[in-house]
């Protein structure tokens, strides 16, 4: 098992300094703005206090962070109100020391008196539901600033990361190789006839899906957000190895045992969380009954806004109550993005605990009125 370590020159950085952190090679430019959107920077404030750190000397850091912001005023001012208008809707999904943001929000950069009572799966699905129609982009990843390209970029690193651990195919050890190719893909192509079969938890607008596709026998997307299915439905209409499906978002007992190779959280656990353990340790459970014998559950990030360690502590011990082996625990492996990535695999040998007798229907559009087969099929049109 790998888990995070602190960077020894973490103790003279100023966790709230966005900027600094960025000048220091800590955060991306990318996460330093989404940083500053969240700390309710405007998009003039954020071009001066990015102007106020410029070095004496050039400083590559520091001119691609500038350089971020060339021709992005009007999306940043965007993003900026959008952040500020749902102010109410962030708070009310927020959590102790979360961040007011829906994406990708430091730990760090929480104020801590933004302490809220837990929000419902209805209240999380209503402000997605929000937040998708502003922008499709900053609505799963605010770093990418509403940019899809640099929405593609974080996605390459995300499926570099999964190949390179195996959790799509055999491990390939020359990063990059894949990601390329994947992105490049094209639909027409069909699914492989064999490969993993993949859960893609909290799929948002389908990204992930897409970039899984020509490598996957079959894609389930689930979100909780009607406007996220929607939209995942519309961008992946032309994948038939992608199925996209409404959750209610408590568990996945609807789900067949010993069906996925893959279970595939993308900074959805976070809202899990924010609902409260229950959920958590449900989709936990929930994963190890649908995924096959050394199958792996990957997530990455599980909360904002708490210590690392406290993330793995509850992790592990869910890990071993449900049979999996903890691989990577709180490693942060990308370089534009910062999330905190989680890797399990399900023990062989470990018992499935069944899902209950009478598992809760599934509105208001089931997964399916009963089991859902993993095996690629056609959705019905959005
Ligand atoms: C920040 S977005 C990330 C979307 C996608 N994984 C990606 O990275 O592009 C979080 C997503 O999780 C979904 N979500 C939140 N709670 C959920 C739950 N309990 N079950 C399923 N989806 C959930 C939201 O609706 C939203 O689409």
Redesign the pocket.
Known sequence: MTAATPHSADAALDPQDAVGLCLAGRISPQVALCRLLLGGADADAIAAQVEARRPPAPHPRWEALSGLLHGRGAMLAQLAGEVGRHGGNHAAIATPHAPPG??AGPPEAAPPEAVQAAPS?AA??AF?DSAVAFSPEA???LYSLGDPAILAQATAEIMDWLHRHGCIGPADSAPGALPTAVLAADASAGAPASGADVL??????G??AIALAPRCRSVLG????AG?VAEARRRCAAWPAIRIEA?P??DLDALPAHAFDLVLA???MP??VQ?GPD?LAAHVRGAARILRPGGRLAILNLSFGRPVAQDVAELSALADRHGFAVEIAGERPFALWDAAAFLLRRDACAPVTPAPVAPAPVKPAPVASDAVPPAPTRRSPS
Not at 200 to 205: E, F, P, Y
Not at 222 to 225: G, H, I, R
């Open positions: 829906a994406a799966a999380v699905a997605f609505s799963v990843a893609d938890l909290g799929c948002g607008i990204r992930l689930l979100d909780v957000s996220m959750t978002g408590t993308v900074d959805s809202y899990l609902v959920a």
